[in-house]
C-alpha cells in the first residue's frame, strides 16, 4: 500500500496547493502507516522535482514528456494513468484545480473507480480512509469512503490543508518518460482556465483584512481600508458587501469567491457563516473584530477582540503606522 500525491505547476513554479497535497499525503500515510509517493507532470521539471524530493517522501517521480509541456486533458491523463499502474498506490490525492476538475475525473474512470472530489477533511477508521465533503454552499458535511479494490482517487479543496504543516526530507528521484501516442492526444494546448480576470488574486496575498456587513455603510468602509493599507495588506468582504456592490466581487472570499490561505487573515464586522468559513480558515493566523462575542467567527479565530470595530479598527491601525515609524 502507498500513497501517490500528483503535485501541480504553473508557470515553472509549484502551484501553492501542491504542498498543501503533499502534506495531506503525509497526514494519511502516517495514520495508516504507508509510504508517500509524488509524481510531477510536465516537461523540463527537473528543478521542481527535486524541490520535491526535499520534502518527506519515499520517491518522488519527473514525469517527462514532450507532449505534456503543455496541459491537455488528454496527454495528461494517459501520463496520470501510466504513472498510478507503475506504483499501484492504494489512494491517489490532486490538488482541486481547474486543472484536476478537468482531467482527474477521466483519469479515475479509466480504473473504474470515482473521483471524490473537494475533500476539505480526512480521517483513517479501520483501516480506511473516509474522507469529508461539503454539501449544499457548506451547510451540511458529509463522510465519504471510498469501496472496492484500490486505487481510489480524491481531490482536495484549498486550504484544507496547511502547507507549514509539510514534512522535510530526503525523497528518492526518478525521471519517468510515460509511452504517450500523438494521434491520441485530440485537444491543443490553450491558456489556462481563469473563473474571470481579476484585478487582485487574493490567494497570493500574505495579509488580508476582510470587511463584513457589520461595518454597516458602504462609505464606512475606509475605516477598514485605512488599516489594510497600513499593515501593507489586501482589502477583501465577505459576500453580503460585493453582493450590495460596495466592493467589487473579485475582492469576495468564501465558497462562492476566493479560497485563500494568507499568513494573516483579519475578519472585521464578519459573523463567521460557514460560506465564508470554507473560504479561509486554512489562514495561517486569524484574527477576528466582532462586537458580538458569540459571533461564529470567534470559534476559528487565533485571536478575538469583542468590542466596536470603529474603535478597535482607527487605533489599531494608528499603533501599525507606530510600530513601523
Not at 494519511?28 to 527537473?46: F, K, P
Not at 517522501?57 to 505534456?68: F, G, K, P, Q
Not at 457589520?214 to 458587501?241: C, F
Not at 487573515?265 to 493566523?285: D, E, F, N, P
Amino acid at each position: 500500500m502507498s500513497i501517490l500525491a500528483f503535485l501541480e505547476h504553473q508557470s515553472g513554479k509549484m502551484h501553492r496547493m501542491a504542498w498543501e497535497t503533499l502534506a495531506a499525503a503525509q497526514q494519511v500515510s502516517a495514520a495508516l502507516g504507508v509510504e508517500v509517493n509524488a509524481a510531477i507532470l510536465g516537461q523540463g521539471i527537473g528543478a521542481l522535482a527535486q524541490e520535491a524530493a526535499a520534502k518527506n517522501a519515499a520517491r518522488v517521480y519527473a514525469v517527462e514528456h514532450a507532449l505534456l509541456e503543455n496541459y491537455t486533458a488528454d496527454a495528461y491523463t494517459a501520463a496520470a494513468e501510466a504513472v498510478v499502474r507503475k506504483i499501484n498506490p492504494s489512494l491517489v490525492l490532486f490538488p482541486h484545480t481547474y486543472q484536476t476538475r478537468d482531467y482527474a475525473p477521466k483519469l479515475a474512470t479509466r480504473f473504474e473507480r470515482a473521483l471524490i472530489s473537494d475533500a476539505i477533511a480526512a480521517r483513517v477508521e479501520s483501516g480506511s480512509v473516509v474522507f469529508v465533503r461539503q454539501f449544499f454552499q457548506g451547510k451540511l458535511n458529509g463522510d465519504v469512503r471510498a469501496t472496492g479494490p484500490a486505487p481510489h482517487f480524491a481531490s482536495l479543496q484549498a486550504g484544507a490543508w496547511r502547507a507549514d504543516a509539510l514534512e522535510s526530507g530526503s525523497a528518492a528521484f526518478e525521471t519517468f518518460t510515460p509511452d504517450l501516442d500523438s494521434a491520441k492526444i485530440r485537444q491543443t494546448p490553450e491558456p489556462p482556465f481563469r473563473e474571470a480576470e481579476r484585478a487582485v488574486d487574493l490567494t497570493a496575498a500574505e495579509i488580508i483584512v476582510s470587511v463584513g456587513r457589520g461595518i454597516g455603510e458602504k462609505d464606512k468602509i475606509a475605516v477598514v481600508e485605512d488599516l489594510a493599507k497600513a499593515l501593507g495588506a489586501e482589502l477583501a468582504a465577505s459576500r453580503p458587501i460585493c453582493d450590495a456592490g460596495w466592493l467589487p466581487m473579485e475582492r469576495q472570499v468564501g465558497s462562492s469567491g476566493q479560497t485563500v490561505s494568507p499568513k494573516v487573515y483579519i475578519a472585521v464586522g464578519i459573523s463567521g457563516a460557514i460560506q465564508h468559513l470554507v473560504g479561509m480558515k486554512g489562514s495561517k493566523t486569524i484574527v477576528a473584530i466582532n462586537k458580538d462575542p458569540n459571533a461564529p467567527i470567534f470559534e476559528v479565530a487565533d485571536y478575538g477582540i469583542a468590542g466596536d470595530l470603529f474603535e478597535v479598527v482607527p487605533a489599531l491601525a494608528e499603533a501599525v503606522r507606530k510600530a513601523k515609524s
